[in-house]
Nanobody, 122 residues
Framework: QVQLQESGPGLVKPSQTLSLTCTVS??????????WTWIRQPPGKGLEWMGA???????YYTPSLKSRTSISRDTARNQFSLQLSSVTPEDTAVYYC??????????????RGQGTPVTVSS
């Protein structure tokens, strides 16, 4: 059973960088043909697919966030991370990490973390 757990600060100031880490257990992020994915859900809105990293380290981002988003990994710790720069209050959301079989589909995943709320506010 694969488990994912998000961690990171719950409050970020505008213009700063949001940094979250997803710790994976029960499976390696370097094996299999999966997309290790970040998804978010702003208050009152639907899920938004943000980006993903593959078992080989290739990264993919949604075009609207590409200039501000970076996804990386630490294979020794079996973790992957999200950095979102220049945040505004519109980036306030619950952030999820997930293992998905394909790109770009926020509702399609094999496993997902419980989510971590992040508020952008001064």
């Amino acid at each position: 059973q694969v488990q994912l757990q998000e961690s990171g600060p719950g409050l970020v100031k505008p213009s700063q960088t949001l940094s979250l880490t997803c710790t994976v257990s029960g499976g390696s992020i370097t094996t299999g043909y999966y997309y290790w994915t970040w998804i978010r859900q702003p208050p009152g809105k639907g899920l938004e697919w943000m980006g993903a990293i593959t078992n080989s380290g290739s990264t993919y981002y949604t075009p609207s966030l590409k200039s501000r988003t970076s996804i990386s990994r630490d294979t020794a710790r079996n973790q992957f991370s999200l950095q979102l720069s220049s945040v505004t209050p519109e980036d306030t959301a619950v952030y999820y990490c997930a293992r998905a079989p394909r790109l770009g589909q926020p509702h399609e995943y094999d496993y997902r973390g419980q989510g971590t709320p992040v508020t952008v506010s001064s």
